[in-house]
């Protein structure tokens, strides 16, 4: 089971760091991914990273301002956002899955292991 938090209520140009905790199991071996949904707007992906090899991947569109990063003490993933905007507004989902292929890193449906979402509000 996976637990988001660090969500919150922030005002444009801040930092945010999101975490994703896994309780039962490890990280290890796993592909673990941020996505979020905006109000009205379909799940999208931001980022992943692969545990073993630290390769991370990036929405072409955020890479500049967003980072994923893996704890091996902690046994967490997080998501640094940098100045965020309005348009960060959404519920972040980390997921997470074992056996993921290169080719699905960005597919949700894919991912086999859920967290309940922790939500970011941007006020400008």
């Known amino acids: 089971q996976l637990q988001a938090s660090g969500g919150g209520l922030v005002q444009a140009g801040a930092s945010l760091r999101l975490s994703c905790a896994a309780s039962?199991?490890?990280?290890?071996?796993?592909?673990v991914a941020w996505f979020r949904q905006a109000p009205g707007k379909e799940r999208e992906f931001v980022a992943a990273i692969r545990w073993s090899s630290r390769t991370t991947w990036y929405a072409d569109s955020l890479k500049p301002r967003f980072t994923i990063s893996r704890d091996n003490a902690k046994n967490t993933v997080s998501l640094h956002i940098n100045s965020v905007k309005p348009e960060d507004t959404a519920v972040y989902y980390c997921?997470?899955?074992?056996?993921?292929?290169?080719?699905?890193?960005?597919?949700?449906?894919?991912?086999?292991?859920w967290g309940q979402g922790t939500l970011v509000t941007v006020s400008s």
């Open positions: 997921a997470a899955d074992w056996s993921l292929i290169v080719s699905s890193v960005r597919n949700a449906p894919d991912y086999d292991c």
């Open positions: 039962g199991r490890a990280f290890s071996g796993a592909t």
